[in-house]
C-alpha cells in the first residue's frame, strides 16, 4: 500500500467521520446533546486528542530520527569512498584496477540509489551485489605488499571497506520503515472519534464544512509526511544522493 493511498484512506476517514458527526447532530434527540451531554463528550474527546497528539508528536520525532541517520550513513559512506580510493591510490599502480572497480560499482549503486524505485532499491543487496562485495574485499586481502608503508596501506584500505559496507548496510536497513502500521491505523481511528466529535457540536454551514476539510487534509497530511521521512530511501521525501555523486567525480584522480 503507496503512502499516497494511506493519505487519501485517512483523509477520507477523518472528514467523512466529521461530516457523520454533523449529520448525527440533527438525527440525535435533544437532551443528547445538552450541555450536561455536551461536556462529557468533550472531555472525553479531549483526552483522545492528548494522546493523539503526544503520539502523532513521538511519531514525527522518529520519522525525522530516521531520516536523518540514513542521511548521515550515506553522507559518511560517501566520505569514506573517498578516503577507500585515496588508500588505494597511495598503494601503487597494482590497486588501480580496484579503484576502477570501486568507481564502476559505486557509480552503479548510487543510480540505484537514486532511482527513488522500490524494485530497483530492493536489488542493492541481491545476491549478484554481494558477491561483487566480497570479490572486492577478497582483491583488497590478496594485494601482497613488498614494503611496511604499503602493508598498511593495505590494512587502511580493509578498515576503510568494513566501514564503507558497514554504513550501506545500516541505510539499507531503512528502506521499509520503521513505523508500525497498526500504531498508525490505531492514530487514525482516534483522528477520526475526533472529528466526529467536532461535527457533532458544529453547525451546518459552508465555513465550517471547509475548515473541516482543511484540518482533515492537515492531520492526514502530517502523517503522510511521515511515511514519507520514514522510507528515506524512496518516495517524496528521501535523502539526497549529491554527496555521493560529488564523491563519485573525484575518485581516479
Known amino acids: 500500500m503507496t503512502h499516497l493511498l494511506i493519505f487519501l484512506l485517512i483523509f477520507a476517514g477523518v472528514f467523512g467521520c ?49 531520516y536523518d541517520a540514513v542521511n548521515g550513513d550515506l553522507q559518511r559512506n560517501a566520505v569514506n569512498i573517498l578516503r577507500l580510493d585515496r588508500a588505494l ?13 570501486l568507481k564502476r560499482s559505486y557509480t552503479n549503486w548510487v543510480d540505484l540509489l537514486a532511482s ?6 530492493a536489488q542493492l543487496d541481491s545476491p549478484q551485489i554481494l558477491s561483487h562485495i566480497s570479490d572486492f574485499q577478497r582483491r583488497v586481502t590478496a594485494l601482497k605488499p613488498a614494503t611496511a608503508a604499503e602493508q598498511q596501506l593495505k590494512d587502511r584500505a580493509l578498515d576503510i571497506s568494513d566501514e564503507v559496507f558497514t554504513a ?53 497530511g502530517a502523517i503522510y509526511v511521515i511515511l514519507e521521512m520514514d522510507t528515506p530511501l524512496t518516495g517524496v521525501v528521501r535523502v539526497s544522493v549529491a554527496p555521493m555523486r560529488e564523491a563519485i567525480s573525484q575518485m581516479n584522480q
Open 168 to 220: 550501506r548496510w545500516l541505510a539499507l536497513m531503512q528502506k521499509n520503515g520503521t513505523i508500525p502500521m497498526t500504531l498508525l491505523l490505531v492514530l487514525a481511528a482516534w483522528l477520526c472519534v475526533i472529528f466526529g466529535t467536532f461535527g457533532l457540536f458544529a453547525p451546518h454551514n459552508h465555513t465550517v464544512l471547509f475548515f473541516f476539510l482543511v484540518c482533515a487534509l492537515s492531520a492526514s
Open 89 to 101: 591510490a597511495q598503494y601503487g599502480p597494482e590497486a588501480q584496477p580496484l579503484r576502477e572497480t
Open 116 to 121: 527513488g524505485d522500490r524494485a530497483r532499491i
Open 18 to 66: 466529521a461530516l457523520l458527526g454533523m449529520y448525527a447532530r440533527t438525527r440525535l434527540p435533544h437532551h443528547h446533546l445538552d450541555e450536561d451531554s455536551a461536556s462529557s463528550i468533550k472531555l472525553a474527546a479531549g483526552l483522545i486528542a492528548t494522546i493523539a497528539a503526544l503520539v502523532l508528536g513521538l511519531l514525527i520525532s522518529s520519522a525525522k530520527t530516521s
